[in-house]
């Protein structure tokens, strides 16, 4: 059973974990440094970057994340989980986004989407109040793009898209992470 974290300060962690039970991980929330501890995995889930921000801060999170992604744990992030990944943020993905980058709440839409790894046909993306990725550094693969702009990507052992995949039916996303440990081992 591969053990994920599922950072669990703000944002729909729960639909993240519910997910990845379905797929026969053991998801562990994850609030303090501690709950970081012997994890083979972790998702960064979207929700208001602000917030995550100063939830990390608070708790003292901030360095622990980045020793335990910068070892090679396969991470996943998604919509502000991307933005927390960034070069302004955490600075583990050298990544530069755009918060709100397709609009307000009432812009929020689905799309069907290529992403590259991924088999099976397009893959149902729900964008709500969605960034994107405005700069890319060399190493940083282009996974996805939406009108141009990139919504998906990869560098190394971190996977971070603009979208939310746990609010659909689709495991693939999350699968692509737990092979990713299968390959980190």
Avoid: Y
């Amino acid at each position: 059973m591969k053990r994920v974290g599922v950072l669990a300060l703000q944002g729909d962690f729960e639909a993240h974990a519910k997910v990845l039970l379905e797929l026969g991980a053991t998801p562990r929330v994850v609030r303090t440094p501690e709950d970081l501890d012997g994890l083979d995995a972790l998702v960064i889930p979207g929700g208001e970057s602000t917030t995550m921000t100063l939830g990390i801060e608070r708790e003292g999170l901030a360095e622990p994340l980045r020793e335990l992604v910068s070892r090679g744990t396969p991470t996943l992030g998604t919509c502000a989980g991307l933005i927390m990944l960034d070069r302004d943020h955490l600075g583990l993905l050298d990544v530069t986004s755009r918060r709100n980058a397709f609009g307000r709440q009432l812009s929020s839409f689905e799309s069907d989407i290529e992403l590259d790894g991924i088999e099976g046909g397009p893959l149902r993306a729900v964008f709500i109040r969605a960034p994107w990725i405005e700069e890319t550094g060399e190493d940083v693969e282009v996974l996805a793009e939406v009108d141009g702009h990139p919504v998906a990507v990869r560098e190394g052992n971190i996977i971070a898209v603009a979208f939310h995949p746990e609010l659909t039916d689709d495991p693939r996303l999350h699968r692509l992470l737990l092979e990713s440990v299968r390959a980190h081992a």
